[in-house]
């Protein structure tokens, strides 16, 4: 598939169970983040985002949590399924700049 | 919409080739991205535009490779000469208002140099 079988940390979760996701970025000028889903054979698909002047965010099923401080970043996943079996990416953007710099992503595995 | 739309989904060429992929953006938005995913680097941005204009190429890994966007609906990336380092999976995104959320990736083009 297209996310070319990186070799990346695992995160294993039964179904049902919450998942976290954890991403620590790179450049304290940062002021904005996305996460991305990425499935075998796709692009990466917007989940969720949160601006710097935040610490935290949710969605349907989903938690962003920001720290500034710790430079960290983290995904929740309540009642994980099978189709959130997926590749996750965290990416930012610098102040003024407009394209995205990814995190190198966590692979998370549901198990029924 | 039919979201952002590249061609060929898979490519496989020899060495010594040039290849051409190619992207239509999401209509309305002015902002393309050019992004390659590999085994070893990850996502990396190649090159952006932002009104059929490149704003950053730094990403380019070298003078084999160049990216077009002669109107509003359409953009290429050239390797020339292809070489087998150059396989990797290359993504085209597009949005209409970068930082407020809003990027739209493509299925991506699968490159194999052989």
């Known amino acids: 598939g297209e996310s070319v079988g990186l070799h990346l940390p695992t995160l294993s979760v039964q179904e049902g169970d919450n998942s976290i996701i954890n991403c620590a970025y790179s450049?304290?000028?940062?002021?904005?983040f996305i996460w991305y889903k990425q499935e075998s054979g796709k692009g990466p698909q917007f989940i969720i985002d949160?601006?710097?002047?935040?610490d935290k965010r949710q969605g349907q099923r989903v938690t962003v949590l920001l720290n500034k401080t710790v430079k960290h970043l983290s995904l929740q996943i309540a009642a994980t399924q099978p189709g959130d079996s997926a590749v996750y990416f965290c990416a930012e953007i610098f102040a003024g700049r407009r394209a995205l710099t990814f995190g190198s992503g966590t692979r998370l595995q549901v198990q029924p | 919409d039919a979201g952002v739309i590249q061609s060929p989904r898979h490519e496989v060429t020899e060495m010594g080739q040039e290849v051409t992929l190619r992207c239509k953006p999401i209509s309305g938005h002015d902002y393309l991205f050019w992004y390659r995913q590999t085994m070893m680097r990850g996502l990396e941005l190649l090159i952006y535009?932002?009104?059929?204009?490149?704003?950053?190429d730094s990403g380019m890994p070298e003078d084999r490779f160049s990216a077009k966007m002669p109107n509003a609906s359409f953009s290429t990336l050239k390797i020339q000469p292809s070489e087998p380092r150059d396989s990797a999976v290359y993504f085209c995104a597009s949005s209409s208002a970068p930082g407020q959320g809003g990027y739209t990736f493509g299925s991506g083009t699968r490159l194999t140099v052989v």
């Open positions: 450049n304290s000028a940062s002021d904005y």
């Open positions: 949160i601006r710097s002047n935040m």
């Open positions: 535009f932002n009104n059929n204009v490149p704003i950053d």
